[in-house]
């Protein structure tokens, strides 16, 4: 079908279910008079966009507080559609076995016989155009021969990418004959929206974060990250180690298998803490469908971390200010929290510093006073960030992501094991990197970022000394200023000197001192 007679039809379609949807929420007593105070509402409104949740409420309470969600917490709305695509993940039918078979055939190259000794065509999990199989290899890849493979349905991704071209094609219509529309640059948001679902369905980049996570986490005993079979991933299909495992929130199983659910609340908390805030490469959407256990032999207990389509990163400099920021506020040093903030350009340069701290201190007391036992780390990493809201500031939203994947975490934690000290895990963790930060393990760090720049400048520094010599000799106008400055020269190349003989003592006692050790 061509495409513009495809979204002519989903135009069509869109239109008459909207209407349709419009008209079932309308009181069956006065339909019409409803829907035309509605519309006058809306186009009497001059600030639709501030005004549209006093509008909304007419449609009923889940439409209402959907949109004071997003209007309080603006950075929900993308962990919102994710949530709202998972919610219908066990309305989609898998493909029946021979389709799945056709399907997994197209997406190799190859017939599965050539690649497989053995593969599950019924999925063990479906979702929102994708679906999970079993297999075992021919011949066993680095060492792996039960893999998982995660298929995406290629005719339902087509529609989805037909029907997001279809809206990005109205946000450009809606722009082009409508001001409200340009001036809520409705073709940026449908762009955002479609990159965000398509990231979804990137297997690829899917494996890569794959990759990436278990690089970090190379030889952690806590939890263990599936391998990634890079010879059979394509832009359908992305193949991985399998792994047996049970959900995190089956406890009846868990302890089954005698897995000890007290050290595994301490390691989600640990583990989520480490790869927000320290790796800054963390999920986006994490709760408790994407936590598995291992019940295998080896690994019996470990983490498993699935559904790296929806990760997010945190610059050094975000990073950073949390790390610190939240070690601030464990301390209840909010003078400290508040130099961050005005530091980071969270709050206008001209709000005041004491005004900030009085708030901090105001949101955070509360959760100070509170028993241990009801004190939530989470809650706390929200006043962090929310505390800039009054003094119009805001925090960027990736840290927000982070800070709501942290208290999914953390309410996971206490779902498995009720008396787990998540507050003290939190701050603990948060200090260890916040003190790796600054002793000579930070330094090394900042200074390997530097190097490649120190590469570039150090040949210069000859040149660059000339120069400033000739500046200096030219500002000298009388001969006292010379003898100033070649006085200046010498003494400077007398401080050069000794500090070069004294690093020639020092190395030379390092090195004598540590072959004694070694020879004793």
Wanted: aromatic share 6%; charged share 25%.
């Amino acid at each position: 079908m061509p495409p513009l007679f495809r979204r002519l039809l989903l135009l069509l379609h869109a239109l008459r279910y909207g209407a349709r949807l419009l008209w079932l929420a309308a009181p069956s007593e006065h339909k019409l008079h409803w829907l035309i105070q509605l519309i006058v509402r809306m186009q009497a409104s001059g600030r639709r966009v501030e005004r549209l949740h006093d509008v909304l409420p007419a449609l009923g309470p889940l439409a209402s507080r959907f949109a004071r969600t997003l209007a309080e917490r603006p950075e929900l709305a993308t962990s919102t559609l994710h949530d709202a695509i998972d919610a219908i993940d066990h309305l989609e039918a898998p493909l029946p076995p021979p389709e799945s078979e056709q399907a997994l055939t197209r997406a190799f190259g190859r017939p599965l016989a050539t690649l497989f000794s053995a593969v599950d065509l019924v999925p063990v999990r479906g979702g929102f155009a994708e679906q999970t199989h079993f297999a075992r290899l021919l011949a066993p890849i680095n060492g792996h021969r039960e893999v998982a493979i995660k298929l995406v349905r290629a005719d339902q991704l087509q529609q989805i990418v037909d029907e997001l071209a279809l809206l990005r094609w109205v946000a450009r219509w809606l722009e082009k004959i409508s001001g409200s529309a340009r001036r809520l640059q409705l073709r940026a948001l449908a762009q955002t929206f479609t990159d965000d679902i398509l990231r979804r369905f990137d297997l690829r980049a899917e494996a890569a974060n794959l990759s990436q996570t278990g690089h970090h986490f190379d030889g952690d005993a806590r939890i263990v990250v599936p391998s990634v079979i890079w010879d059979l991933c394509t832009s359908h299909t992305l193949t991985m180690q399998r792994i047996s495992s049970l959900p995190a929130s089956d406890l009846t199983a868990l302890r089954a298998h005698h897995v000890k659910l007290a050290p595994l609340a301490a390691h989600i908390v640990e583990v989520v803490t480490e790869q927000a805030f320290e790796h800054g490469f963390f999920h986006a959407t994490l709760d408790a469908r994407r936590v598995r256990v291992s019940i295998e032999p080896d690994t019996l207990g470990r983490l498993v971390l699935a559904e790296f389509s929806i990760m997010s990163s945190l610059s050094t400099g975000e990073r950073e200010f949390f790390v610190h920021g939240a070690t601030a506020l464990f301390d209840q040093d909010y003078g400290r929290l508040a130099e961050l903030h005005r530091d980071a350009g969270h709050v206008p340069h001209d709000t005041r510093a004491d005004l900030l701290e009085a708030e901090l201190r105001t949101r955070a007391e509360a959760h100070f006073a509170a028993a241990p036992a009801d004190r939530s780390a989470g809650s706390l990493f929200q006043h962090l960030l929310h505390v800039v809201q009054p003094f119009d500031g805001v925090v960027p939203t990736r840290l927000a992501t982070a800070q709501r994947s942290f208290q999914q975490a953390e309410t996971l934690a206490r779902a498995l094991h009720p008396g787990v000290d998540s507050w003290n895990i939190a701050r603990g963790v948060l200090a260890d990197i916040a003190r790796r930060d600054v002793d000579h393990r930070g330094w090394i760090k900042r200074i390997s970022r530097e190097l490649p720049h120190l590469a570039h400048m150090l040949p210069r520094v000859p040149q660059l000394a000339v120069r400033y010599l000739q500046h200096e000799h030219d500002r000298a106008r009388t001969p006292r200023q010379n003898a100033q400055l070649m006085a200046d020269i010498g003494r400077e190349y007398r401080r050069t000197r000794l500090l070069l003989w004294a690093c020639v003592l020092c190395g030379a006692v390092l090195g004598a001192g540590t072959a004694l050790l070694a020879w004793w």
